[in-house]
């Protein structure tokens, strides 16, 4: 009898969530093509580290792999900036640039 009802309660929740149900794209959405078209280049290189990106104001900071702050900064113009900075070589970091916006981008470096 078990075995009957948990077959029948299988049954109706395939056929419930088998109907051709689609799941919405955003692809195509204003919002995508924002945070896709703006977008950072940051790499780090003989003690220099580069951020190429767009002009917009915001906070700058530099985490090491187990998330001390090395560096904190508010940035006026993010279009394009060298920060010298010693970091240990071979170590990996994370860039985080928070905009203006709210707008959060994330960058792994490793520096050599």
Not at 7 to 13: A, E, H, K, M, R
Request: with cysteine.
């Amino acid at each position: 009898m078990k075995v009957t009802k948990l077959f029948l309660c299988f049954l109706i929740s395939f056929f419930c969530f088998s109907i051709n149900y689609k799941v919405p794209q955003f692809t195509n959405s204003p919002l995508s093509k924002n945070i896709t078209e703006k977008s950072f280049n940051v790499y780090y290189k003989n003690n220099l580290l580069f951020i190429k990106g767009y002009n917009v104001n915001g906070v700058l900071k530099i985490y090491s792999i187990i998330g001390n702050i090395v560096l904190e900064m508010n940035i006026q113009d993010l279009s394009s900036l060298s920060i010298p900075i010693n970091l240990i070589k071979h170590n990996m970091y994370i860039v985080r640039i928070k905009t203006a916006d709210n707008t959060i981008f994330s960058h792994k470096i490793v520096a050599q």
